[in-house]
């Protein structure tokens, strides 16, 4: 029996943490009974980095003209222009999925609505991967929910936070809802991988203790909480450096001049250094000694925090969100209040003194990966509810 395509429409054309899921669940599904056909969105300027990577990999792709809900239309004014290009856009992606022949389409990220309004005219079975969790402004939480409830057939939330926070809405989701965590290559993130020759390109001493943050530069993301601990731990810990690896959405530059007058104010110099955006993320995660994620609203999941900890790296997380369901406090790392940098630093200042604990919390980290977030679980959830959504024997 030949592949039955999947149309997967997705919200972006970076290699952040939904884009990275999307790639490995779509290559692994490429030699099984699938085959995969993904659409990116062309409505900001993108650099193409899933494209490029879907091209090496051999999967079909195609760019799209669709719309994906961003905070710009999040006005009386922005709403109107969000429908008409909805109503385009949602046209564009029946067509494609008219021409490859689509038997079923997975909505990647709760952004991106032409894939649900396409199925439900196209009769296709849809399922709704929801990687969001979206506290404010409460219109747009409750507009999504509503969405969501109305155009998936069954929607996969990456956490029990994220599924969690679409019931408080939409109870009558329940029955539809399931959860399926992000997951992680633990070949690709691996102990044994060398960061030496990244530190080395970084300026980064064999007895300084690097730190740092990975991640998209974004308000809620917490950098800016980073850099605060980071300036109050080098107040104990002179061998401390940190690191910040990601760059801000398209246009939003802005916000990346923001933390670097922040960090100058502090007097960091470089003792922070600015990576920005890096292909070589199991390097990046073998080069640190300890992996920050300081979100200050609650991380959907957290993707960042499986490849540090398959990396064998100790990791300090806020404490709300995906986190709470993969670092064990005390055992695999250590989890903070958000937005409160003096108990970041303190923990930065426990894990630069103490070597040995650094190598035990990591080497948990690394245990904790291996039994429960590696792909061949996450791959054959997908594909059991495929196979159900499409009445396949399994």
């Not at 509503?146 to 929607?155: E, H, K, P």
Request: glycine letters at 8%.
């Amino acid at each position: 029996m030949s592949a039955l395509p999947l149309l997967f429409a997705h919200s972006s054309d970076e290699l952040y943490g939904s884009d990275i899921v999307l790639l490995e669940l779509v290559q692994r599904l490429a030699s099984t009974r699938f085959r995969p056909i993904v659409l990116t969105p062309t409505d900001i300027p993108y650099e193409g980095h899933l494209s490029r990577a879907l091209t090496r990999v051999g999967i079909a792709h195609h760019a799209v003209d669709m719309p994906v809900l961003r905070r710009r239309y999040l006005s009386p004014g922005g709403l109107p222009v969000f429908l008409w290009r909805l109503l385009a856009g949602t046209g564009r992606v029946q067509r494609l999925a008219v021409a490859e022949g689509a038997r079923l389409i997975h909505s990647n990220t709760a952004a991106v609505w032409g894939g649900a309004l396409a199925a439900r005219r196209l009769g296709l079975p849809h399922v709704w991967h929801i990687h969001e969790l979206i506290t404010e402004p409460a219109f747009v939480r409750r507009l999504v929910a509503g969405m969501v409830a109305r155009y998936a057939d069954r929607v996969v939330a990456i956490s029990r936070a994220v599924a969690d926070h679409l019931l408080a809405d939409r109870p009558d989701l329940a029955p539809r809802l399931l959860v399926i965590p992000d997951a992680v290559d633990t070949m690709r993130f691996h102990p044994d991988n060398d960061g030496s020759p990244l530190r080395q390109s970084w300026k980064v001493a064999a007895d300084e203790v690097l730190v740092g943050v990975v991640g998209r530069l974004s308000a809620w993301k917490g950098q800016e909480v980073f850099i605060t601990a980071l300036a109050e731990a080098l107040a104990q810990i002179p061998h401390l450096r940190g690191v910040i690896v990601g760059d801000v959405v398209p246009g939003e530059t802005w916000r990346r001049e923001e933390l670097v007058r922040r960090a100058a104010a502090y007097g960091l110099g470089d003792r922070l250094i600015w990576a920005g955006y890096r292909h070589d993320m199991p390097q990046v995660m073998a080069a640190l000694d300890v992996l920050v994620l300081p979100s200050v609203r609650p991380e959907p999941f957290g993707m960042v925090v499986l490849e540090a900890m398959a990396t064998g790296k100790p990791v300090i997380a806020t404490a709300h969100g995906g986190p709470l369901e993969t670092v064990r406090d005390g055992e695999t790392g250590y989890l903070v209040p958000p937005g409160e940098p003096t108990a970041l630093a303190a923990a930065l200042v426990r894990l630069a003194r103490q070597p040995d604990l650094r190598r035990r919390l990591g080497q948990a980290g690394r245990e904790r990966v291996c039994r429960h977030f590696t792909f061949a679980s996450h791959v054959a959830a997908f594909a059991q509810l495929y196979a159900e959504l499409l009445s396949l024997p399994h």
